[in-house]
């Protein structure tokens, strides 16, 4: 978790590169997105823009509304 506002990891490897907090690849800044739940910097294919979210939150939104449903 990190907190919003806080900078994506720069990739050790890389002189402007940053890490992606769930696949750990190397991107330019612009490639990633901060989620608004639990602050992780997610690349393209570790994210959900219907909720604008990384897809490690977006599996518990998924839970949490299929427990919904299961409730009615």
């Known amino acids: 978790m990190r907190n919003q506002g806080e900078p ?3 990739d050790p490897a890389h002189f402007s590169g940053f890490l992606c907090d769930l696949c750990n690849s190397a991107f330019a800044y612009h490639e990633l997105r ?3 739940l639990c602050g992780r910097w997610a690349c393209q294919s570790c994210w959900t823009p219907e909720f604008y979210v990384c897809n490690s ?3 518990m939104i998924t839970l949490h509304t299929l427990g919904d449903k ?3």
């Open 70 to 72: 299961s409730t009615k």
């Open 8 to 10: 994506p990891e720069k």
């Open 34 to 36: 901060q989620c608004i």
């Open 57 to 59: 939150c977006n599996g």
